[in-house]
Structures are given as C-alpha cells and as structure tokens.
C-alpha cells in the first residue's frame, strides 16, 4: 500500500498510520513527523512548492525504497503553504514484517525528500516574509550515504 | 518551451513562468542558464555566477550538461528545503 499526499491542511498522526496498519498483518511501523519550530521568533514558515514535480519526485523516491526493502506499506505526506510553530509539516511512515527495514526505509525516504523533492521553506515572522531558509550541507550528505 | 522559476529564482526573475524560445546555437541547461543571464540585470541577478540554482526537464532533476532539445517545461529553483 502506497499513500502519497500534498496538501495544505495538518494531518492527524494517528488517523493517517491506521490506515496502513487496519486489517494488516504488520510486525513492525516506524513513523517520523518533522515540525515547525518557534525558534523563538518565528510565526510560521511558509512554504513553496513545485505541485506536478513534488509528486512524481515523491512518487520516484518510494518506488526506489520499495525496490531497496520489502516494505508491505509506505506513507508520505508533504505540507505546503503556512505552517504554524508545533504544526507537522511531513509525515514518513513504513511498514514491514520486521524493523530493521522499516527503520532503513523511513531514514532512506526522509534523506531523499530532502535533498530531493521541491519544496522551499521561507520564514514567516512578525514583520511579514522574511528570509529563504538555507539548505543544509548536512542534508546533502545524508543523502549521499545511501549511494545512487 | 514553458519555463517555471520558483523561491529566491522566482522573486529575482519577476516572474513565476514565461514562454522561452532560445537560438538553436542554446543546447544544453548550462547554456540556457547562460542566454538567460545575457537577457537581463534580474536574470543574472537569479542565476548568480556559480551553479547554486538547479533544473529539472519535464519534471525530473536535470544537470547543466543534459540538452534540452525535446523539453516542454523546465524549472529553476534554489536547493531544496523540505522536510
């Protein structure tokens, strides 16, 4: 089972997990959430996106973990536009017999949503748009250390 | 071909997309980048003097060398920031 999801609105954890998990015989699921931080300072980030490519590139990115891991499900749901301090901005969760390839693939998918799907965070505070935020070279070999 | 600039690319272009028709001489991305630059103070200003900005063709990444014959959409934008 494959869910792939753009969307404005926040997502509800444990709603969007049970549907991979319903009627499933699943050992193991592994989720990760990133959020919104305050930073002290920040109203929200805003957020720009390439629609038709976020979603064949999210669509790509699966399809090579799927081909890496037995996984029985995966999901990934990419927020756009603003998006509040504590607000969930994405959602990676796999499912497996066993964790280890739950794990890899959750830490696999994230590293290549990163570096790789078009999405470009603004910050959002008191004084209107401000700044691009910055890709991180940390990002950059994370995802390296998968290999092509 | 259809052109699409999004982020910092889009705000120093002046323009989320536009209809480009290069010289036959333009083949690959890194020369596109390059007529582009020669077209205006806010292209130059988009595409810098190094490859900071990245492509895709047709909705895939794309590096400046790939040629650009047969594109219908190509897309600038900043390193991605997701996540």
Redesign the interface.
């Known amino acids: 089972m494959r869910i792939l999801r753009l969307q404005k609105e926040p997502f509800e954890l444990s709603a969007e997990i049970a549907s991979l998990t319903a009627g499933r015989d699943v050992g193991a699921l592994v989720t990760f959430t990133?959020l919104c931080r305050h930073e002290g300072r920040l109203l929200g980030l805003e957020?720009?996106?390439?629609p038709?490519?976020a979603a064949?590139?999210i669509a790509r990115v699966v399809e090579e973990a799927c081909g890496r891991w037995p996984l029985d499900g995966v999901l990934v749901i990419?927020r756009y536009g603003l998006i509040r301090p504590g607000e969930p901005?994405?959602l990676v969760a796999t499912t497996s017999r066993h964790r280890g390839e739950a794990f890899a693939a959750a830490e696999f998918l994230?590293d290549y949503?990163?570096?790789?799907?078009?999405?470009?965070?603004?910050e959002h505070t008191r004084a209107g748009l401000g700044e691009?935020?910055?890709?991180r070279e940390e990002?950059?070999q994370a995802a390296e250390k998968w290999g092509s | 071909m259809k052109a699409l600039y999004f982020a910092w690319v889009r705000e120093r272009v002046g323009l989320a997309e536009e209809e480009l028709a290069p010289p036959a001489s333009v083949a690959t991305i890194a020369e596109l980048i390059d007529w582009l630059r020669n077209r205006g103070e806010n292209y130059a200003a988009a595409f810098g003097d190094d490859r900071t900005v990245r492509a895709a063709l047709d909705r895939r990444h794309a590096k400046p060398h790939e040629r650009i014959a047969g594109a219908r959409e190509i897309a600038f934008f900043p390193p991605m920031t997701g996540g």
């Open positions: 990133g957020i720009e996106h390439y038709d490519m064949a590139e990419h901005i994405v994230m949503l990163k570096t790789r799907a078009p999405f470009w965070k603004r691009w935020v910055g890709a990002d950059a």
